[in-house]
């Protein structure tokens, strides 16, 4: 992430103005649709709420259970915006949802979200810093520095389970503090570095957008593969997180917990460049949305199916294009090229040494039979006087006569 000092501070700031800006034109519903008008039948359960929880809000309704009633365990089988085709399309539209709700409140129609190339298979988060997302404070390794504004955000969306037994549904109030511990979670090993930038470039080169069962445990799949379910070369492991979840993961706090992550500010550069890999697979591969599953896929992510919860309804085709010619934004990436290994770089210098001797061993030979020809011209002349020659007068006489 390449930002001037200016051009930082005037992102934190544009993200702090829409934690505390209420949506001009959307409110949050907080009760199921059987109690949405009240106790009284005549009070509807809808509240305001901040641009950017509504951001955090969306996100937390796409992955939230189903309430089955009084005394039963609630339905967690249905996941509108993970484990699926649709990651890819949902996350697209949540972002570009924050990017112009923020351009009409700062009246800029040019503000951009910037990404965060985090495949750097480091072991430190380096837009963890206080003139962007926040350092580690000194006195909590598990919180941001109270020289970062984002020491001050509190999450929304924290008490899940009381959604899950009393029906409720997340509404504004804010609780808790973000929590962060980059690369902390001793634990788990695997999640305690960055994806490598290997692992972008093996990643782009797959050929399939999803592969049956377009869910978690598809292999060879590009959308499972960025998502972070399977190796970054294609093939699906259980054990394996790479890439979106990793980074995810790595953040070991609000930004690794599905319902919670949007609330670590974090979350929105993360998914910026998850969608510049997305476009940029589909600039090589120029797939078409055919090969998007019109059906078959898990609820809320076949082909023509609107995307939960965002209104007006947009579908998951309207998504799969590309950005530039589409959507009106690009992104600025230097993608990482192959890396040739050594036997592979012999063959190269074998190849090119023996097109050289080819080469000079031709330009010899020419030299060699021009000299020959010049030779043979000054004894012998190339047409006798008993050949007849050809004329402008003969040229005339018979126009049908091709000329090769």
């Known amino acids: 992430m390449t930002m001037s000092t200016a051009g930082k501070q005037a992102f934190v700031n544009s993200l702090d103005q829409a934690k505390r800006t209420v949506h001009p034109d959307l409110v949050i519903c907080t009760r199921r649709y059987q109690e949405v008008f009240g106790p009284d039948g005549n009070t509807l359960q809808f509240e305001n709420i901040t641009i950017y929880n509504y951001f955090v809000w969306s996100h937390y309704y796409s992955v939230s259970k189903t309430y089955l ?215 090589r591969h120029i797939p078409g949305e055919v090969v998007y599953p019109e059906e078959d896929a898990p609820i809320g992510h076949n082909r023509l199916f609107n995307m939960v919860p965002f209104w007006p309804p947009v579908t998951n085709a309207e998504m799969f294009v590309s950005a530039p010619d589409n959507l009106g934004y690009s992104y600025e990436v230097q993608w990482p090229t192959h890396a040739y290994t050594l036997s592979e770089i012999i063959t190269i210098a074998i190849v090119a040494a023996v097109l050289v001797v080819g080469v000079v061993g031709g330009v010899i030979a020419c030299a060699t039979r021009a000299h020959s020809y010049r030779s043979a011209e000054g004894l012998e002349p190339l047409l006798g006087e008993t050949f007849r020659r050809y004329s402008e007068d003969d040229r005339r006489v018979d126009k049908s006569q091709s000329v090769v």
């Open 69 to 283: 009633g009084p005394g039963q365990a609630s339905f967690g089988g249905v996941d509108f915006s993970h484990e699926g085709p649709g990651f890819v399309t949902w996350h697209r539209f949540h972002l570009l949802q924050l990017e112009r709700d923020m351009q009409d409140m700062l009246d800029d129609p040019t503000f951009a979200l910037p990404y965060w190339n985090f495949a750097t298979g480091g072991s430190e988060c380096d837009i963890c810093t206080d003139n962007l997302l926040g350092a580690r404070s000194m006195f909590d390794m598990n919180s941001i520095s109270a020289n970062s504004v984002f020491s001050q955000w509190r999450v929304i969306c924290e008490t899940v389970d009381d959604y899950d037994s009393l029906g409720t549904i997340c509404n504004s109030t804010e609780t808790s503090p973000i929590r962060r511990n980059p690369g902390g979670n001793v634990a788990r090993p695997m999640v305690q570095r960055l994806p490598e930038s290997q692992d972008v470039l093996d990643c782009l080169e797959l050929n399939t957008f999803d592969t049956p069962p377009h869910y978690s445990t598809s292999s060879e799949s590009f959308r499972n593969t960025i998502e972070g379910y399977s190796a970054p070369q294609g093939l699906y492991d259980p054990v394996i997180r790479s890439l979106h979840n990793l980074a995810h993961l790595f953040l070991n706090g609000t930004g690794g917990q599905t319902h919670l992550s949007p609330n670590d500010p974090i979350f929105v550069l993360l998914h910026t460049f998850t969608d510049a890999i997305f476009d940029e697979w589909l600039r």
